[in-house]
């Protein structure tokens, strides 16, 4: 059946047509995500500075963030830094030298914004983590209603996000995996909002063919804004942290195969063969290529003072050998810098993947590591803090006489929405693989592209936090099963009322689980044997 026909030969409407409701429902296709993203950002941002304390490796990216509005580079740090700052010196907390650092500056400009507006201090430097996890749950709903046409299915799953463990807990610490997760949210985004638009431009073009070489359509898709814009927040993932270059294969090859779905249904022969001319190399330079120059856009500062980073590294650098001769002759000009400062950044990647994947740490344990195989059951959450042993009494404590209260925040998954997401999950697959529905392959190879790499690492410490990229994907996968599960509104008034049952009461357990969990997840103080009744499994002490 060619696109942009009905099986009875009449004109179909445009995707943009069939997923655009009336101009009434259209208010609500924004008001209801921004609802659900303004209550994930209050959740949030509340009581955001409390600990009044630098949190795991907080000690690290608020402090660089703090030294690229500075310096424009990231500096050493001083072993009194984290105590000075907390009590509002900032004099002599960095030494002049600067820092190897391991990851790109992306997520911690972000961070740098944040202590602008705010101040340096943990509110400032955790807003704008809050921000991106709020923006991230706007992102996610407004996709979920593309793929499904419904907003409430978007509001769904915006809600399943606004109120898991482990994205709340995340949103609340200057860490880079929230920004990772809200970067790699956009571009899945634009990619689908890509395959729309691109799929009316054709029926538009080419309503009904019954040959067409796959050449005749190129004009109308060489301009592709959605798949520049993916491109960028590709980039921008990449540049807070290099594990999102998976997420970048793995759905620049699906945008290409939905290009060839679409071409294959206005008649083109050979589809695959051709798009890989016509779609798929214009797409390498709209994804890959706008990524790289995104990505070298958060490296920016470091390009800048490139200098500084040859003057320490260039010349070798512990068991690293000098970069090269050509930093015995002084560049000059624009374009010399300029090419001095590209090929110094190579050499500095090099080192930055030693780092990672060396011998450094391979073999190295941390208490609070985890294998990834058990990622998506909570086999192991992480400790971002606790003050313990708080005798009664004492800050509110109203703990029996022979017991104690404590503090913890607890990186740790929503069970409701993990365990219930590994069932949505496995019945993705089928209706993917069997069904042949293709928007289960956004939550599928969503969360395939953000969890499976990681086996690649298991040899050295990772934790359950990395997993914070695959929840948004997650809800995802939740959210068209139940729409599957809800039928369309023509559907029996029995298979609604039992689907919507099931729908309210997964929601409701999820919020309730949130509500019972809030107080290790947002340093509250509760007794002892409240903490335990909490603790579900022996592995998340």
């Not at 790109?104 to 809050?130: C, N, S, T, Y």
């Not at 195969?257 to 294959?264: L, Q, Y």
């Not at 219930?420 to 392959?441: E, I, N, P, T």
Request: charged share 15%; proline share 5%; glycine share 10%.
């Amino acid at each position: 059946m060619p696109l942009g026909t009905t099986a009875d030969g009449r004109r179909r409407p445009s995707v943009r047509q069939r997923f655009r409701p009336q101009e009434s429902r259209r208010w609500a296709g924004w008001l209801g995500p921004l609802g659900v993203a303004v209550l994930a950002l209050g959740i949030r941002v509340w009581h955001l500075g409390s600990p009044h304390a630098v949190l795991f490796d907080e000690t690290y990216y608020a402090k660089d963030g703090y030294s690229l509005l500075e310096y424009g580079y990231v500096r050493e740090f001083t072993d009194a830094a984290n105590r000075k700052i907390l009590a509002g010196n900032f004099d002599g907390i960095f030494k002049p030298e600067v820092t190897q650092i391991v990851h790109p500056d992306g997520g911690k400009w972000l961070i740098a914004m944040g202590e602008q507006v705010f101040g340096m201090d943990p509110f400032g430097w955790r807003i704008a983590a809050a921000v991106a996890g709020a923006l991230t749950v706007l992102v996610l709903a407004r996709l979920v209603r593309r793929l499904t046409g419904s907003t409430l299915l978007g509001c769904l799953a915006g809600l399943l996000l606004a109120f898991d463990g482990l994205h709340f807990v995340m949103s609340r610490l200057a860490l880079l995996d929230g920004f990772l997760a809200f970067w790699l949210v956009c571009a899945a985004a634009c990619l689908v909002a890509d395959r729309d638009w691109a799929r009316t431009r054709l029926a538009r073009t080419h309503p009904v063919s019954s040959d067409i070489t796959g050449f005749g359509p190129v004009r109308a898709l060489l301009w592709r804004p959605w798949r520049l814009g993916a491109g960028a927040c590709l980039g921008l993932a990449c540049g807070t942290k290099w594990s999102a270059v998976y997420v970048m294969a793995v759905f620049g090859l699906l945008a290409w195969a939905w290009d060839v779905g679409a071409r294959r249904a206005i008649g083109v022969r050979a589809a695959w063969a051709k798009s890989l001319v016509v779609d798929a190399l214009p797409g390498l330079v709209m994804i890959v290529g706008v990524a790289l120059v995104a990505y070298l856009v958060t490296w920016t500062g470091w390009l800048v003072h490139h200098e500084v980073y040859e003057a320490r590294f260039g010349f070798g650098y512990g068991d690293t050998g000098p970069w090269g001769a050509y930093l015995n002759t002084p560049a000059t000009g624009l374009v010399g810098e300029t090419l001095q400062g590209l090929r110094s950044l190579w050499h500095y990647h090099q080192m930055m993947y030693d780092f990672h994947v060396g011998d450094y740490l391979a073999g190295q344990t941390h208490p609070y590591q985890s294998h990834p195989l058990g990622w998506l059951v909570l086999n192991r959450p992480v400790g971002i803090d606790a003050q313990l042993d708080l005798p009664p009494g004492e800050g509110g404590c109203d703990a029996a006489a022979d017991s104690t209260c404590l503090r913890q925040v607890l990186a740790l998954g929503n069970p409701v929405l993990w365990w219930g997401g590994v069932a949505a999950l496995v019945a993705s697959v089928g209706y993917w693989v069997l069904r042949r529905d293709w928007r289960f392959a956004v939550p599928v190879l969503g969360v395939a592209a953000t969890w499976l790499p990681w086996f690649r690492y298991d040899d050295r410490p990772i934790f359950l936090f990395y997993a914070v990229a695959l929840v948004p994907f997650t809800c995802i996968a939740v959210a068209l099963v139940f729409g599957k599960l809800l039928g369309a509104p023509e559907t029996g008034s029995t298979r609604r009322l039992v689907g919507t049952a099931v729908v309210v009461g997964f929601v409701a357990a999820e919020l309730l689980c949130f509500a019972y969990f809030y107080p290790i997840w947002a340093d509250s103080l509760i007794p002892r044997d409240a903490w335990q009744k909490r603790i579900w499994l022996p592995s998340w002490v």
